[in-house]
């Protein structure tokens, strides 16, 4: 189905055509730019607002061989003379004679002489308006040069859209959020030009590469272009001399290169000579000069032309050409690898293995995969096999992954191999596959067989990291101190305890320490798996949420790891649920929620369960937050449906987000009872800095019991955040108006938006009762101004603040789940009591609030006017 796309408006070059078509310093505009960034398309509509008679016309190169081509079908005499002063004579008077003109001359670097000389007449005797449109990086005539040289016209260069107009642009055709990533890879494909975007776009819809994932669109896959777009390049690459073509071919399978290689393969004229007709571009690549396409769609035409046998041959010459320099990088030796596969050369078993593994470590998930099978067909063993199911499971092939391992006999296997082989197993058994039962058995077989002190350690820091996931912390913590102790432990060793033992310790409180273990994690995290460094950050990220270091917290939630193209998207879901996580932490709820709902759409069929579930947890008290029952059910619901034994860590904050979701219904005892059950839970497994955050949960439903708790927390966990939940709590308990106040005062100093906002308004429920009707005010245009912060949070104590109404706290609640659809039966098994209490409760809020029903007080409730 065809879409309309809509014109991006560009105000500044769209207000400086009309000033210079309308003024007196000018007669017009020049507008320049590369093909395809929407030159023609502004011209026109800054000149239709102008008025009088408008003449356009366009050069083109069949029409450049033609004197006065463009304007020869206004000249009557043209068949009659010979004479060029005749033709630029005749052609003035017929351009002139409709009184006040405006002349539009599209592509004007393709006018023949004598068209340039008659528009160059015009502009400098100023006998009409011009406005004329050229393409940068192209010979023009120099009479049109001399249009805007001259200070006849003025020059308007028109540059590419923007990321945030080129998103725009896409969002509004597709009519739907484009994920972040897919956005960026579509605005560097594009290079921002509106042409280009257009057809790539159609293109990708029309291969099934550009789709929408739970509401968002998304691209997998090579960006593809339409046959007219493809067809519009094609015509250009076919102007093109045969050896800029070689370049142009040389590149398609090994971009970048460096300027020297090309150089010597297609020699020093033919790449300047690309440079010139502005095809290739030269740029600094690690400190060397390197070549690429001028735009990255070039490729896609220049590909299609190859035939397999050339194909093949010129990847041969590359490779004998690449494999006689120095190899200093991952790159270096990726590229090695594919062009030895693809090409008429045969690849060693040693390149073979390190391009695999480079490929994994840098998330190129298809090319570690592709390097990995052939490695193994050459005899590659466990080590081939180990780097092949980590590609798989990274991919999502969860089942297939473990096919591969189990294809090796660990009674075969010696020290090493098997502690390679286990590792991998026990990461695919127990985080892909959610099978604790199985991973417990290889852990324990691998502890039973490895003796060697490094194996051992390896085995350790595994074990460190199943264990916190299993919620057995105090396991965790110890196995990940007999790796930090030692002193000659391997980077894997030291990584999965840096992530079981930091993870452990954070939920713990023990900020400090969680911070020490990822510090170790970083010194040796250049040596592990993109994507596993990618899940590190959560461990981290936690660490300084629970303790309320939240601009540290979303610094390292926005980290970015030096992952490929191909499985970047993977790393970039990863950041985007720990930068989710601490977005909702900090009360940013519509920043949190897009966040989250981008990478849960990204990671929907990739197998990562384990990680998919803290972030649905925090989109439930997201959409709890905002009043979203509905989404925040589903979410609790998905979290429920994926969680097990390898899952059990994140149980608390499950109940945590039920809490959430029972608040935003109005059921406030049903809330307060379910944050003090994640409370219990959390303290039972020894996670305190999430026992005291269920706490302060309570507190914000209104719950005054929980202030000694909290403040003996206060004592034992990291951090300033849970000193000022305590604050909270034994200010709340006391009806302390101006002590909730302060403490409203410190959350928002530390970044905790939606429990500032909380606490200010039970500051101005405190104030309200006690009569103090300045304060009252000042604290609900806090209350009000935080949670319009938070994106229009609708909290329990949000709502009694903006609805002083003079009920019983009892009376509000029935009062709330009514207003929510409940029935009286319901409500009755949810706050545990007999219908007739609720019944009673109603009749007497009824009374109070001078209504009739329980339907019209429901109504009151949600806001409804009265009859």
Not at 75 to 95: G, H, K, N
Not at 544 to 561: M, P
Not at 768 to 789: P, Q
Request: with cysteine.
């Amino acid at each position: 189905m065809a879409r309309k796309w809509p014109i991006i408006e560009r105000a500044t070059e769209f207000a400086a055509i009309r000033s210079a078509l309308a003024g007196r310093d000018y007669v017009g505009a020049v507008v320049t730019g590369d093909a395809g960034v929407g030159k023609t398309t502004l011209a026109r509509q800054a000149t239709a607002t102008v008025g009088g008679t408008i003449r356009w016309v366009a050069g083109t190169e069949s029409a450049r061989g033609i004197p006065l081509g463009v304007f020869a079908h206004m000249v009557s005499v043209y068949t009659a003379a010979r004479d060029p002063v005749t033709f630029i004579a005749a052609a003035r008077e017929a351009l002139l004679a409709d009184g006040h003109t405006v002349i539009g001359v599209d592509d004007a670097h393709l006018l023949d002489q004598l068209s340039a000389t008659l528009l160059l007449q015009l502009a400098t005797d100023r006998a009409a308006r011009i406005v004329v449109t050229v393409r940068s990086g192209v010979a023009v005539p120099d009479a049109v040069t001399s249009l805007w040289k001259d200070s006849h016209l003025v020059r308007v260069d028109l540059s590419p859209f923007s990321r945030s107009q080129s998103v725009a642009l896409v969002e509004s055709v597709l009519g739907g959020h484009l994920e972040g990533f897919t956005a960026d890879l579509m605005w560097e494909s594009s290079g921002g030009n509106g042409l280009f975007l257009r057809h790539l776009v159609e293109g990708t819809l029309q291969a099934g590469t550009l789709r929408q994932v739970r509401g968002v669109w998304q691209l997998r896959g090579r960006a593809s272009v339409t046959a007219e777009l493809a067809a519009l390049l094609a015509d250009r690459v076919e102007r093109l001399p045969d050896s800029v073509l070689g370049v142009l071919e040389l590149l398609i399978f090994c971009e970048p290169i460096d300027l020297d290689v090309l150089a010597e393969l297609a020699g020093e004229d033919a790449v300047e000579a690309a440079e010139t007709h502005g095809v290739i571009r030269v740029v600094q690549n690690a400190g060397r000069l390197a070549v690429r396409y001028h735009h990255p769609l070039f490729g896609e035409v220049i590909r299609h032309r190859q035939g397999i046998a050339s194909a093949r041959r010129m990847r041969g010459r590359l490779y004998a050409s690449l494999r006689q320099r120095p190899i200093e990088s991952a790159a270096d030796r990726i590229r090695l690898a594919q062009l030895a596969l693809d090409s008429d050369a045969s690849a060693d078993l040693e390149l073979l293995l390190a391009a695999a593994a480079d490929a994994v470590n840098l998330a190129d998930l298809a090319s570690g995969e592709r390097f990995a099978r052939a490695a193994l067909a050459c005899g590659g063993g466990v080590e081939a096999a180990d780097l092949l199911a980590r590609a798989q499971l990274w991919q999502g092939r969860r089942a297939q992954a473990e096919r591969t391992l189990t294809g090796f006999d660990p009674d075969l296997l010696d020290e090493v191999q098997l502690t390679r082989w286990g590792s991998t197993r026990v990461s695919n058994l127990f985080w892909a596959m959610g099978d604790g039962d199985r991973a417990r058995g290889v852990i324990a077989l691998m502890r039973d067989r490895v003796r060697h002190p490094r194996g051992a350690l390896v085995v350790a820091g595994l074990a460190a990291a199943c264990a916190v996931n299993e919620n057995r912390l105090a396991d965790a913590v110890a196995d990940a101190d007999t790796v930090m102790r030692a002193n000659d432990a391997p980077p894997w060793a030291i990584w999965w305890a840096s992530f079981g033992g930091g993870f452990a310790l954070a939920l713990m409180g023990r900020a400090d320490a969680a911070a020490h273990c990822a510090a170790r994690g970083h010194e040796v995290e250049s040596v592990i798996d993109g994507l596993n460094r990618s899940i590190s950050a959560h461990a981290e990220v936690l660490a300084l949420v629970l303790c309320g270091e939240f601009d540290a917290a979303q610094r390292c939630a926005a980290h970015t790891f030096d992952c490929s193209a191909p499985g970047r998207y993977l790393a970039w879901a990863m950041s985007k649920i720990s930068q989710g996580i601490t977005d909702v932490a900090c009360g940013r709820l519509p920043d949190g929620i897009e966040h989250l709902e981008q990478a849960l759409a990204a990671t929907i069929a990739e197998g990562v369960a384990s990680w998919i579930i803290p972030a649905r947890i925090r989109l439930a008290e997201a959409y709890a937050a905002l009043g979203r029952r509905a989404e925040a059910a589903a979410a609790i619901e998905d979290a429920e449906r994926r969680g097990g034994d390898h899952t059990a860590v994140y149980d608390p904050m499950l109940e945590i987000a039920r809490a959430c979701l029972a608040g935003a219904e109005g059921g406030v005892t049903t809330a307060v009872r379910a944050a003090l059950r994640a409370a219990d839970a959390a303290a039972g497994s020894r996670q305190f800095a999430v026992e005291a955050t269920a706490l302060h949960t309570a507190a914000r439903f209104g719950d005054t019991s929980v202030a000694e708790r909290l403040a003996r927390l206060a004592t034992e966990v990291d951090g300033r955040l849970v000193r000022a939940q305590s604050a909270h709590a034994v200010a709340l308990a006391a009806h302390d108006g101006a002590g909730l106040d302060a403490a409203a005062s410190v959350f928002e100093e530390i970044g905790a938006l939606l429990s500032a906002a909380d606490a200010a308004a039970q500051a101005a429920s405190a104030h309200a009762r006690s009569g103090d009707r300045r304060r009252l005010f000042d604290s609900s245009s806090a209350a009000n101004r935080l949670a319009a912060a938070c994106g229009g949070a609708v909290t329990p104590a949000l709502r009694q603040a903006a609805q002083p109404l003079p009920l019983t706290a009892r009376e509000r609640e029935i009062a709330n789940l009514v207003a929510a659809g409940l029935t009286n039966r319901q409500i009755a098994d949810r706050l545990t009591v007999s219908v007739r209490t609720v019944e009673g409760h109603l009749y007497r809020a009824c009374a109070k609030m001078d209504v009739t029903d329980r339907e019209s007080l429901g109504a009151l409730i949600r806001g409804a006017p009265r009859d």
